[in-house]
C-alpha cells in the first residue's frame, strides 16, 4: 500500500492505535454500502486509528479527519454527508457538479475538513484503489479533482508536495501536521 507507506514516512502512526474498527465491521460496512473501499484507506485506519490530522500551527481551526472507527462509522458519516451534498444538489445543482453514489461515476465522502469540506472519492470503474479524489465545498460548488488515492492525497498535502486551495487556512501550517487520538472511553 504506497499511499500509507508514504503517509508513515511523513507521520509516523500511534505507538499504540485506538482502532475501534475490526475487519469483520469493515466487511458489514462494504455489505452496507455496495463496494469495497480503496484497501490504503484502510491500512490508514489501522495504522493511526481513531482521530484527527491537526495543523500544529492551527490545532483548532485546521484539521481533518477519516470517516471511520467507532467516532465516525464510514457507512453511518458517508451516508450524512451524501444526504447534505444531495440536498446541496437539489437547491442548485451547480453546488455539486458531480453524481452522487450510487449513481455511476458518483462522489463517496471518505473525509472532511475543518472548514465543512467534503473528501470524496469519485466512485468509478471496478478497481476501488485507482479512485480519483475529489475536494468539494458544496455551499460554492469549488471543487478539485487528485489523481491519486485518498491516502496518497493526504501524505502528498501534509508533506506540502501537494497544494488543495480548498482545505482549511493553516493546513498544513508552517509547522506541519500531528495525528491527535481519540481515546476511549
Known amino acids: 500500500m504506497f499511499g500509507v507507506d508514504e503517509l508513515k514516512a511523513i507521520l509516523p502512526p500511534p505507538a499504540s492505535p485506538c482502532v475501534t474498527s475490526s ?19 484502510i491500512e490508514a485506519y489501522k495504522a493511526y486509528g481513531d482521530g484527527v490530522f491537526v495543523s500544529r500551527s492551527h490545532p483548532r ?19 450524512e454527508h451524501l444526504s447534505s451534498l444531495r ?57 478539485e479533482t487528485f489523481e491519486m488515492s485518498a491516502i496518497e492525497f493526504l501524505a502528498r498535502v501534509i508533506a506540502k508536495s501537494v497544494s488543495c486551495s480548498l482545505l482549511p487556512t493553516g493546513f498544513p501550517g508552517e509547522k506541519g501536521v500531528e495525528f491527535q487520538a481519540y481515546h476511549s472511553a
Not at 475487519?23 to 484507506?41: K, S, V, Y
Not at 481551526?61 to 451516508?79: I, K, M, T, V
Open 87 to 143: 440536498l446541496a444538489k437539489e437547491r442548485r445543482a451547480k453546488l455539486v457538479p458531480f453524481p452522487l453514489y450510487w449513481e455511476p461515476a458518483g462522489l463517496l465522502p471518505w473525509g472532511r475538513a475543518t472548514n465543512k469540506l467534503d473528501l470524496c472519492w469519485r466512485v468509478s470503474g471496478e478497481l476501488a484503489d485507482n479512485w480519483p479524489v475529489i475536494v468539494i465545498r458544496a455551499g460554492t460548488g469549488e471543487n
Open 61 to 79: 481551526s485546521a484539521g481533518l479527519w477519516l470517516h471511520a472507527g467507532a467516532r465516525e462509522p464510514f457507512h453511518r458519516r458517508a451516508a
Open 23 to 41: 475487519q469483520m465491521d469493515w466487511i458489514a460496512i462494504f455489505e452496507a454500502i455496495g463496494t469495497r473501499l480503496p484497501g490504503d484507506f
